[in-house]
């Protein structure tokens, strides 16, 4: 019997949909939620990804105050612009948009994001927040796979959940979220420095693979009826496609399908909850500014 394939699509749609008729409640207050994108140079994928982001901004009915910069603008010239979104009131979030040209500091521009206007949830004081359990942003990612767990009614409490990958952007934030009482779960940790993957994942109840690489994940891994939830987004080459290149997963989705009992696909799935996520982070923002 495959896999439920859970719609992340569809949870993204009601997510964004909430978000919305809670923007419309506040523009009765006079207050418009505001997030600023700054894209620095015309990498395609970051592209791609800020006109999804702009395209959830104007759906949600919020103001985008996105910039975008030239590759050659210099480490100097962000920081001044992140400074002067710090200080604009009528803005409530600021994500910068990585990865950076390379003669440009990520961790400084990171961290030179107010930890308040922080919707990406990457400053070290929301980071903080989120190993103690305190009300702060949480990363997109992550805290998008725990409402589609919710949504899908999927049980977390006691379950063995085995986080492939260690990024400060899903695998870390994610194991700390499902360690938290409200999801209950006992984590394991496995990156690449982890002898024998299969042996962990084999023992997974629940399975997020964040490797970064295709196919990291193949049925023989995965025990029968775990729920397994892709955050890879793999760009292979396809001369049948338009774009030249198809997206795959870090999953072998097709045999690990028939083995698991809820699975997300690559694209569809992990993705769209990401982009739902920073404009309920946005919205979260301009509630505070009440």
Known sequence: MS??????????????????????????????????????????????YVTGKRKALAEA????????????????????LIDKLNN??????ILVQLPLPCHIDEKKVTNAIVPEKDVDGFHPVNVGKLVTGED????????GITVMLKEMNIETSGKNCVV????????????????RKEFNSTVTICHTGTK???????????????????????????????VVIDVGVNRIPDSSKKSGFRLAGDVEFETVKEKASYITPVPGGVGPMTIAMLIFNTLKSAERSL
């Open 61 to 80: 009915g919020m103001v985008d105050k996105s910039v975008i910069l030239p590759e050659s603008a210099s480490e100097e010239e962000v920081l001044s």
């Open 164 to 179: 492939v990958g260690r990024s400060n952007i899903v695998g870390k934030p994610m194991a700390l979220l499902m360690i």
């Open 136 to 143: 702060g942003f949480l990363p997109c990612t992550p805290n």
């Open 3 to 48: 896999a439920v394939i859970i719609d992340g699509k569809a949870i993204a749609s009601k997510v964004k949909s909430d978000v919305a008729a809670k923007v419309k409640e506040l523009n009765e207050k006079g207050i418009q939620p505001c997030l600023a994108v700054v894209l620095v140079g015309d990498n395609p994928a970051s592209v791609s």
């Open 88 to 93: 604009d009131k009528t803005v409530h979030g």
């Open 196 to 226: 024998n993957l299969g042996e962990y994942t084999k023992n997974a109840d629940i399975l997020i693979v964040a490797s970064g690489h295709v196919n990291t994940v193949t049925a023989d891994m995965v025990k029968e009826g775990a």
